[in-house]
Nanobody
Framework: QVQLVESGGGLVQAGDSLRLSCAAS????????MGWFRQAPGKEREFVAA????????AYAHSVKGRFSISRDNARNTLNLQMNSLKHEDTAVYSC????????????????????WGQGTQVTVSS
């Protein structure tokens, strides 16, 4: 069982930056593929970014590519999401997710591929 706790959300203005973190416990973090998803009011949860075991493999949604950067620190069991040039449409609850599926370079961009989820952290971008 893996427990995930997000932090770092808040209210910012368009164009600002924000860094989200996800602390993991209860699992072998270096063998867990991780991802970030978000859900805006009235919309389905959507993929944001994913990262493989070592951090060598990453994937991004088209809407955030070039603005967001996913990273992980296996020594600290922490997943991060650096969000730059934020837009109003980035407003959502951001959740981290984890799975033991795959192997060293695997990344996953579908919700059903993840087994463990955090509670989420609210990001609000004012226009």
């Amino acid at each position: 069982q893996v427990q995930l706790v997000e932090s770092g959300g808040g209210l910012v203005q368009a164009g600002d930056s924000l860094r989200l973190s996800c602390a993991a416990s209860g699992g072998t973090f270096s063998h867990i593929a991780m991802g970030w998803f978000r859900q805006a009011p009235g919309k389905e949860r959507e993929f944001v970014a994913a990262i493989g075991w070592s951090g060598a493999s990453t994937a991004y949604a088209h809407s955030v590519k070039g603005r967001f950067s996913i990273s992980r620190d296996n020594a600290r069991n922490t997943l991060n999401l650096q969000m730059n040039s934020l837009k109003h449409e980035d407003t959502a609850v951001y959740s981290c997710a984890a799975t033991y599926s795959g192997s060293y370079y695997s990344v996953f961009d579908r919700r059903e591929q993840y087994n463990f989820w955090g509670q989420g952290t609210q990001v609000t971008v004012s226009s």
